[in-house]
């Protein structure tokens, strides 16, 4: 799209930021704490209100029932005359209006519902209040951006649905449902995502992959009773003695993990991606001396960066077995038992990985045990197509507008969203944040830099303009 047409739409935001900042406030102001009973009228609430704002800017926007809190779908589509569009590439935005809770709030420096922007230790200046950055400030980076496109041109670049909803911090168990019943009428070519974060204060970043997960737990049984070691020690299975072996095994001295099959289906990053990676240096000075560290515990032939977010993990997330109680107790405990999560990256099959541990698990276990498993979730690995036109799109417009060549970046974790708009829609998910990784996300005093809410704006109406060039 022309310069002619962008330009006026960046100085508009410019002009309007402080109206902007007012708008985010007043979304703020409003307690939609989805976890909690005492607050669903607020999340109401902030449905309804962000429903009439987004209605506006020329939306048909509609506040929908679901099994818990409401969910806002707005649209905004150019229909030529028969009734068809006219071939312009149409996005599904995603966001959520719904907040963590505040506790403790004694570690607030000031009322969590009252936003404030104020100085940082290091001078920036910052936004602080419960959801200003997750998601609220997030989504309202893109409503700005759409609503700066209408006030200046008229129109919006492409086509548009808004789907907004109120308990993705309760893991969206009545949102995937809603979905599910709604999928014809929330076609699109691609999702957009605006939940992620940048590499640093001047670097943004397009998240291209999220790692799945697989979690389970694993109970080793011997006796019939907890035992007296002075009785049984030395003759007795040790349930305990047992599991850590199993569990110890995982991992040979490289750090690899030694499940047979783990690995198949895993693929390297492409040359030029790790290329950029490793510019980067992320060193263990840097991501783990803030933690009280210093050595990267994974693959020992791989990046740090690999390690956090394009290798598969596994982590021993609890362990629990015989008397932990105070004091001392001689006893051999008839059972034992931990709990172990896998993050899985492309490639890999949940299910396959999950029958691969147990059956890891079983073939090492003695004739005296008996094993059990109780399965607790899981989620494939998410990875976008490196050559796909809007991340191309979104690249080049986020690199114009911060001056600095946006990344392209793994995230260790899962956005489970991204899976179900994939399973259940069909739809890839082009993820664009402006969080920063000191933000305080639920925890107090959550923040969000005003610059990342400022550039967010302009960065959107960069990408929704690039968008439209790449058709």
């Excluded at 102001?29 to 609430?45: G, L, P, Q, T």
């Excluded at 999220?210 to 040790?238: T, W």
């Excluded at 946006?406 to 890839?428: E, M, N, Q, Y």
Aim: aromatic fraction near 8%; hydrophobic fraction near 40%.
């Amino acid at each position: 799209m022309s310069n002619a047409k962008l330009q006026p739409v960046l100085d508009h935001i410019d002009a309007d930021f402080d109206n902007s900042l007012d708008r985010l406030f007043t979304l703020l102001r409003i307690k939609s704490i989805s976890s909690e009973a005492a607050f669903a009228d607020d999340c109401k609430a902030a449905a309804d209100h962000l429903a009439r704002d987004i209605a506006t800017l020329g939306f048909t926007a509609e506040v929908r029932p679901t099994a818990g809190h409401p969910a806002i779908v707005a649209k905004a589509f150019v229909v030529k005359a028969n009734g068809s569009t006219d071939g312009r590439p149409h996005v599904l935005f995603y966001g959520h209006y719904d907040v963590q809770p505040v506790d403790p709030l004694n570690l607030w420096h000031r009322p969590p519902f009252e936003p404030v922007v104020t100085d940082h230790a290091d001078g920036r200046k910052i936004i602080v209040a419960r959801g200003a950055e997750d998601d609220k400030g997030q989504l309202m980076t893109f409503v700005e951006a759409c609503r700066a496109w209408k006030q200046v041109t008229g129109s919006l670049p492409v086509d548009i649905t808004m789907i907004i909803e109120g308990e993705e911090e309760i893991g969206s168990k009545n949102f995937v449902p809603f979905l599910e019943a709604n999928k014809d009428e929330l076609k699109a070519d691609f999702a957009l995502v605006c939940d992620t974060g940048m590499w640093d204060q001047n670097t943004p970043a397009i998240t291209t992959s999220l790692r799945g997960l697989v979690y389970d737990e694993v109970k080793i049984k011997a006796a019939n009773r907890d035992l007296h070691s002075g009785v049984f020690g030395g003759g007795a299975q040790n349930p305990i003695r047992v599991l850590t072996r199993i569990l110890g095994g995982l991992f040979d001295e490289n750090g690899h993990i030694t499940i047979p099959g783990f690995y198949d289906g895993v693929k390297d990053l492409p040359p030029d991606i790790l290329a950029q990676w490793k510019k980067l240096n992320l060193t263990p000075e840097r991501f783990l001396k803030p933690i009280g560290l210093s050595l990267p515990a994974g693959e020992k032939d791989r990046l740090l960066i690999e390690q956090l977010s394009s290798r598969p993990t596994c982590d021993i997330n609890g362990i629990i077995g015989g008397y932990t109680g105070e004091g001392s107790k001689t006893v051999i405990p008839a059972e034992a038992s931990a709990k172990v999560s896998f993050r899985l990256v492309e490639g890999q099959n949940p299910e396959k990985i999950r029958k691969a541990f147990r059956d890891y698990v079983t073939a090492r276990l003695p004739a005296d045990c008996k094993v059990e498993f109780i399965d607790h979730s899981s989620a494939p690995a998410i990875a976008l197509d490196w050559n796909m036109k809007p991340l191309a799109a979104a690249r080049r417009a986020l690199t114009d507008e911060w001056g600095k060549e946006a990344l392209l970046i793994g995230s260790g974790a899962s956005i489970p969203i991204v899976a179900d708009f994939k399973r259940t829609l069909g739809l890839d998910s082009v993820l664009v944040g402006f969080g920063l990784d000191d933000d305080n996300i639920h925890s107090p005093n959550e923040k969000y830099d005003l610059r990342s809410f400022h550039k967010g704006i302009r960065s959107w109406a960069r990408i929704l303009a690039a968008f439209a060039e790449a058709k």
